[in-house]
C-alpha cells in the first residue's frame, strides 16, 4: 500500500541570507579589512580573501592538521573556527612566521626542516610548522615521544615523520619551557 506524505503548508519564505559584514584581521602583523558572511571560516578568510595560500586545505574537518595556523601564539585547525570570531587576535600564518624585523630570512624552524629534509610533497608542511611552534611554546614535549603524540594532529601523507620530529629536536631549547 502506497501512502501519501503530507506536508505542513509553508506559509513564509525563508528570510535573505545574512549578507557579507565587515571583519578586520590581524595577520602576520598587519591589518585586514575584508567583507565576510558571517560563516567564512578562517581558512577560507587567509586563502580565499586574504591571498595567504601557505596555510592549506585538507580534510576542511579538522582531522588532518593541515590548516594549522597560531592564534595569539597559540596553534588551531583554522578549518575549525570562524574568521568573524578573531578580529581581536594576532592570527600567524606560514608567511608570517618568520620574525622579518628581527632579520629572519626563515624561522629556526623552517630551516631545521630544510636541514633534516623533513617534508617530500610539503603539501602538510605550513601546517607541520605552525603546530610545532605552537608546541615548543607550550613547552610540553621534551623527547621524542612527547614530540611524536604532541605532533599526532598533524597528518603527513609522504610519510615524512622521523624527519619532522628530527628537525623539531634540533631547536628544542635544552631548558625546558615552563
Ligand atoms: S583542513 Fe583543517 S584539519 Fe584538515
Ligand atoms: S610532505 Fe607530503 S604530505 Fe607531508
Redo the contacts with the bound molecule.
Keep these: 500500500m502506497q501512502t501519501t506524505l503530507i506536508l505542513p503548508a509553508v506559509d513564509k519564505a525563508p528570510e535573505a541570507l545574512p549578507s557579507p559584514q565587515p571583519v578586520t584581521l590581524r595577520i602576520n602583523r598587519q591589518e585586514y579589512r575584508l567583507e565576510l558572511a558571517p560563516w567564512t571560516t578562517l ?1 577560507d578568510a587567509l586563502r580565499e580573501y586574504s591571498s595567504l595560500t601557505g596555510t ?13 595556523v597560531l592564534v595569539d601564539g597559540k596553534r588551531i ?4 573556527t570562524l574568521a568573524i570570531m578573531h578580529e581581536d587576535h594576532e592570527i600567524t600564518t606560514i608567511e608570517g612566521l618568520a620574525d622579518t624585523q628581527k632579520g629572519e630570512d626563515l624561522h629556526p624552524l623552517q630551516q631545521s626542516f630544510i636541514d633534516h629534509d623533513a617534508f617530500q610533497c610539503g603539501y602538510c608542511t605550513p ?1 607541520q610548522l605552525c603546530s610545532a611552534v605552537g608546541l615548543l611554546s607550550e613547552g610540553h614535549a621534551h623527547t621524542k615521544e612527547e614530540v611524536r603524540e604532541l605532533m599526532s ?1 598533524n597528518l603527513c601523507r609522504c610519510g615524512a615523520y622521523p624527519n619532522i620530529v628530527e628537525a623539531i629536536m634540533a631547536v628544542m631549547p635544552t631548558e625546558p619551557n615552563h
Design positions: 581558512l592549506k586545505k585538507g580534510c576542511d574537518h579538522g582531522q588532518c592538521g593541515a590548516c594549522t585547525n583554522a578549518c575549525l601546517g594532529g
